[in-house]
């Protein structure tokens, strides 16, 4: 293959992976807009099951709440730590071989711009989904958790396959008894 055609190829990759990114990221953001608009006049929680709420919240923190108390510091912190790893699942992006990997890290850089937007304008992360057990609560999540969630695990359950084909490749060729 020519060096032409891999770049070719890489750069169609990026674009679809940009593309997915893209839409993780619209999905998340107006999922937020019409859950405020709907949560917050006058402010209120919509039971959906007897585990499932509706419920607005807004985190300072990351994930669970960590980090919440980082005062004025914690959006700009978390905001340039954000773009940092966003950099880095691009160039993850780019040099992706497997249409999987290219769909998992998309949904990873669509999940964590969306709460980046989301610190940016209000200085928190707009969450939603709360699900629940009796009074035990999952910490409340959104859209862009969501997707940051399923891209790692895709990555995880993509990366035991990958070993479990490399192991087997070396036991057929000889290199493992």
Not at 88 to 104: H, S, T
Not at 115 to 139: C, E, K, M, Q, S
Not at 148 to 165: N, P
Request: glycine share 10%; with cysteine; aromatic share 10%.
């Amino acid at each position: 293959m020519t060096v032409g055609r891999v770049f070719s190829l890489k750069l169609r990759h990026f674009g679809i992976g940009l593309l997915g990114s893209s839409l993780v990221l619209l999905l998340d953001q107006a999922s937020k807009s019409f859950m405020i608009e709907l949560l917050s006049n006058p402010p209120h929680v919509i039971p959906i099951s007897s585990f499932f709420n509706l419920a607005l919240g807004f985190n300072r923190g990351v994930s669970f709440g960590l980090l919440n108390d980082l005062g004025t510091w914690g959006p700009i912190v978390l905001s340039s730590l954000a773009v940092v790893i966003v950099g880095f699942l691009l160039v993850w992006l780019w040099n992706a071989e497997r249409a999987i990997d290219g769909a998992a890290i998309s949904l990873i850089i669509g999940g964590a711009l969306g709460n980046l937007l989301d610190r940016i304008r209000v200085g928190a992360v707009t969450d939603f989904l709360d699900f629940f057990i009796g009074v035990y609560h999952w910490p409340a999540f959104n859209l862009a958790d969501t997707g940051i969630f399923t891209g790692a695990a895709l990555l995880v359950i993509q990366s035991f396959r990958t070993s479990k084909k490399t192991i087997q490749d070396c036991a057929e060729d000889g290199s493992i008894e």
